[in-house]
């Protein structure tokens, strides 16, 4: 069992940067590939990123590559989310999410959905 707690959210304007974090309590945290994704009013949850349980890999969705930026610490029991020249379209509630590498496949497209573990979430707002 793994426990997901975000934090960093807040209101920014268009243009601005924040920092997402995750921290993680459980066991064996560098086991587990971690991923973010978010959800906007009215809309399905997305992909937005996500990176290996060594942090040797990352993965992105493509509305934010290059702006964005996932790594974690495993010392720490930490991941974060890089979040640089945010645009109004980037607001929504984000989510910290865990998967089992022992239980599932954890490389290429598997990144993308799968997740065992979900955090309560975090809000973001860009003002325009």
């Known amino acids: 069992q793994v426990q997901l707690v975000e934090s960093g959210g807040g209101l920014v304007q268009a243009g601005g940067s924040l920092k997402l974090s995750c921290a993680a309590s459980?066991?064996?945290?560098?086991?587990?590939?971690m991923g973010w994704f978010r959800q906007a009013p009215g809309k399905e949850r997305e992909f937005v990123a996500a990176?290996?349980?060594?942090?040797?890999?990352?993965y992105y969705a493509d509305s934010v590559k290059g702006r964005f930026t996932i790594s974690r610490d495993n010392a720490k029991n930490t991941v974060y989310l890089q979040m640089n020249s945010l645009k109004p379209e980037d607001t929504a509630v984000y989510f910290c999410a865990a998967k089992s590498c022992a239980r599932r496949y954890c490389s290429g497209a598997a990144m993308f959905h799968g997740y065992d573990y979900w955090g309560q979430g975090t809000q973001v707002t860009v003002s325009s």
């Open positions: 990176i290996s349980w060594s942090g040797d890999s990352t």
């Open positions: 459980g066991r064996a945290f560098s086991s587990y590939a």
